[in-house]
């Protein structure tokens, strides 16, 4: 499976971005299915997750109610809505893919990953 990010780019504090990852594989819809951030000089960390149904979703804290993960498995691909943008969510955002099919939060259990694309909010 191959997974490519899109939808990066510059915007200022405030603003969205929608992210999305196409996905090359039919077997998409049974992969749950997770964004994370990388900001330079800090730590891969967890994001969002969305499970293989869409049925379960999981959020780092400081994104809830600003960021929604959707997928949509017709298409191939999971989004990353970003609203009310804010500096410290500047960062290179990566999808990955989770073979049980769960909304996982840790990167360790990601077996799939994209190339990331740039977010950078300014203030």
């Known amino acids: 499976v191959q997974l490519q990010a899109s939808g990066g780019g510059m915007v200022q504090a405030g603003g969205s971005l929608r992210l999305s990852c196409a996905a090359s594989g039919r077997t998409f819809s049974r992969y749950g299915m997770g964004w994370f951030r990388q900001a330079p000089g800090k730590e891969r960390e967890f994001v969002a997750a969305?499970?293989?149904?869409?049925?379960?979703?999981n959020y780092q804290d400081s994104v809830k109610g600003r960021f929604t993960i959707s997928r949509d498995n017709a298409k191939y691909t999971v989004y990353l809505q970003m609203n009310s943008l804010k500096p410290e969510d500047t960062a290179v955002y990566y999808c990955a893919a989770e073979l049980s099919g769960q909304a996982a939060t840790i990167a360790t259990l990601y077996y799939y990953w994209g190339q990331g694309t740039q977010v950078t909010v300014s203030s």
């Open positions: 969305i499970s293989w149904s869409g049925g379960s979703t």
